[in-house]
């Protein structure tokens, strides 16, 4: 679970694993979240791990269909215009409603929606060749069933649970041929203890 509900900003992490996701933050070209974790937990979306510089802060990239997450005002936004991290790109259906920050259009799909493969198109036309998933929910679960657009997941699993009713990071269940079976599965995987979290890595297998 990442979340005590929806929209609720969850403490979770340790300093030590926190300090994992800013160096990880480092290695890609851009940080990417859904609308709903833009909305509801106004993140700074930069990189503040020590010694980083503005030319070392990944990109800050919303995918927000509806133009849901207002720019101005955001903490992505301040951020931008102190030097502490990158102006925010949006990729959208329909434009972003500030109308400030550069916005990537991308076609609906028929289901409606957008499909990842041609949001991550639309990434790479614009230069960006390495990106971090953050989340929400949405977004993890609908790429998790995408095991092939992924080269690696990092969980971080902190000592605690959130209840019955937090909101769970989980693929869709899978049948196959009449029969449940495992929606999605690592492989290659390996773990490291960092203070009192443990650190998940892996290959999705497809
Ligand atoms: N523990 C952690 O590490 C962690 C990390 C990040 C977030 N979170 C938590 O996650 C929660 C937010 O999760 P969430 O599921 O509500 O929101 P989310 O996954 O951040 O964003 C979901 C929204 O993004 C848009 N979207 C994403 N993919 C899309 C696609 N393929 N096609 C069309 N639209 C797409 C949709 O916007 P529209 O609804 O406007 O169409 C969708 O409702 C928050 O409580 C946050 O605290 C936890």
């Given at each position: 679970m990442i979340a005590l509900a929806p929209g609720v900003r969850t403490s979770l992490s340790g300093p030590q694993t926190k300090s994992m996701t800013h160096y990880l933050r480092l290695k890609h070209d851009a940080i990417l979240v859904g609308a709903g974790t833009a909305v509801a937990?106004?993140?700074?979306?930069?990189c503040r791990y020590p010694g980083a510089g503005l030319d070392a802060q990944p990109r800050p990239l919303v995918v927000d269909p509806n133009g849901?997450?207002?720019?101005?005002?955001s903490a992505v936004a301040r951020l931008a215009a102190e030097g502490q991290g990158r102006e925010p790109w949006i990729v959208s259906l329909r434009g972003n409603k500030a109308g400030a920050a550069k916005t990537m259009m991308v076609q609906e799909s028929p289901a409606g929606g957008m499909e990842w493969e041609e949001v991550l198109r639309a990434l790479k036309a614009e230069g960006i060749d390495s990106v971090m998933v953050e989340g929400g929910a949405t977004v993890i679960n609908a790429l998790l069933a995408k095991?092939?657009?992924?080269d690696s997941i990092i969980v971080t699993v902190a000592p605690t649970w959130l209840g019955q009713g937090g909101l769970a990071a989980s693929p869709a269940d899978m049948v196959v041929e009449g029969q449940r079976v495992n929606a999605a599965s690592l492989q290659e995987t390996s773990w490291k203890q960092f203070g009192a979290d443990a650190v998940l890595c892996g290959k999705p297998a497809t």
């Open positions: 937990d106004a993140p700074s979306l930069n849901r997450w207002v720019v101005e005002g095991p092939h657009l992924l």
